[in-house]
């Protein structure tokens, strides 16, 4: 059977960039067909129909045409623009990030969904205005579980013994998490883990987000499963995210300013 050259689509856009003097070229994450470049015509024309639609951060329905090099967006309509979203500029560079961990993490053209539902949920949660630190750390378990490389953090990745809390553990992103202390100090990049933060990191992966949105945390504690985490995604998707700087730099900022 030929391949139809209409289709439809959902899709969220990751990126975008401008071509020529009134195109732009998205990334697009799709549920089916993973990622894909589609150009949008004639969108920075004052008077273009696709105009404002486009987004970045939207989830849109999608009328593509294929073509040789970029699929055509034929019409675009949008299902749901996340608008308060934007208006926090933290939000606004976590959705940025977790665009490009998803861009990073899925092949172009191949089944998404898991990804596709995981990025859905996270705009959806930061548009409700949940802690942007708490909705990206649940993106990041959830995108290696995605990945089939879920986090080890109950039990030693080498020995494989249930990790007990009176003992001391290791965070050791390339061996896939937890190690014991029975173990000589790898080679690969290596941590400290407290049991403070290992309990958060379990936290993550038995809890729904709602849940974790809602326990009493200190700020050490969130730091450190931040960084562990962090390392955790680089070693998966194998560098570093060009975005947290942004992010980092927005947070420092904030912290900056006096409340
Ligand atoms: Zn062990």
């Given at each position: 059977?030929?391949?139809?050259?209409?289709?439809?689509?959902?899709?969220?856009?990751?990126?975008?960039?401008?071509?020529?003097?009134?195109?732009?070229?998205?990334t697009?994450?799709?549920?089916?067909?993973?990622?894909?470049?589609?150009?949008?015509?004639?969108?920075?024309?004052q008077?273009?129909?696709?105009?404002?639609?486009?987004?970045?951060?939207?989830?849109?329905?999608?009328?593509l045409?294929?073509?040789?090099?970029?699929?055509?967006?034929?019409?675009a309509?949008?299902?749901?623009?996340?608008?308060?979203?934007?208006?926090?500029?933290?939000?606004?560079?976590?959705?940025?990030?977790l665009?490009?961990?998803?861009e990073?993490?899925?092949?172009?053209?191949?089944?998404?969904?898991?990804?596709?539902?995981?990025?859905?949920?996270?705009?959806?949660?930061?548009?409700?205005?949940?802690?942007?630190?708490?909705?990206?750390?649940?993106?990041?378990?959830g995108?290696?579980?995605?990945?089939?490389?879920?986090?080890?953090?109950?039990?030693?990745?080498?020995?494989?013994?249930?990790?007990?809390?009176?003992?001391e553990?290791?965070?050791?992103?390339?061996?896939?998490?937890t190690?014991?202390?029975?173990?000589?100090t790898?080679?690969?990049?290596?941590?400290p883990?407290?049991?403070?933060?290992?309990?958060?990191?379990r936290?993550?992966?038995?809890l729904?987000?709602?849940?974790?949105?809602?326990?009493?945390l200190?700020?050490?504690?969130?730091?450190?499963v931040e960084?562990?985490?962090?390392?955790?995604i680089?070693?998966?998707?194998e560098?570093?995210?060009?975005?947290?700087?942004?992010l980092?730099?927005?947070?420092?900022?904030?912290?900056?300013?006096?409340?």
């Amino acid at each position: 059977m030929p391949v139809p050259r209409i289709y439809h689509t959902e899709a969220i856009v990751l990126s975008r960039f401008e071509l020529g003097e009134a195109d732009r070229v998205l990334t697009l994450l799709t549920p089916h067909d993973g990622k894909l470049k589609a150009i949008a015509k004639g969108v920075r024309r004052q008077r273009s129909r696709l105009g404002g639609a486009v987004e970045p951060f939207a989830e849109l329905y999608l009328v593509l045409a294929r073509a040789r090099t970029f699929d055509v967006i034929t019409s675009a309509s949008v299902a749901h623009a996340w608008l308060s979203l934007r208006e926090r500029l933290e939000s606004t560079a976590t959705a940025w990030y977790l665009a490009e961990m998803a861009e990073r993490a899925v092949e172009e053209r191949a089944f998404a969904y898991p990804v596709y539902a995981l990025l859905k949920r996270a705009y959806q949660l930061l548009d409700d205005g949940m802690a942007p630190s708490r909705v990206a750390r649940w993106f990041e378990f959830g995108l290696a579980d995605a990945l089939g490389m879920r986090p080890e953090v109950e039990r030693c990745v080498e020995c494989d013994r249930t990790l007990e809390p009176d003992e001391e553990f290791r965070w050791v992103p390339i061996l896939g998490g937890t190690l014991c202390a029975t173990h000589p100090t790898p080679s690969a990049e290596v941590a400290p883990l407290s049991l403070a933060a290992l309990k958060l990191l379990r936290a993550y992966r038995r809890l729904d987000i709602e849940a974790i949105a809602g326990l009493r945390l200190p700020a050490a504690v969130e730091a450190e499963v931040e960084v562990a985490l962090r390392r955790f995604i680089r070693a998966v998707l194998e560098r570093e995210a060009r975005s947290l700087a942004f992010l980092d730099e927005v947070r420092a900022r904030r912290a900056r300013v006096p409340a």
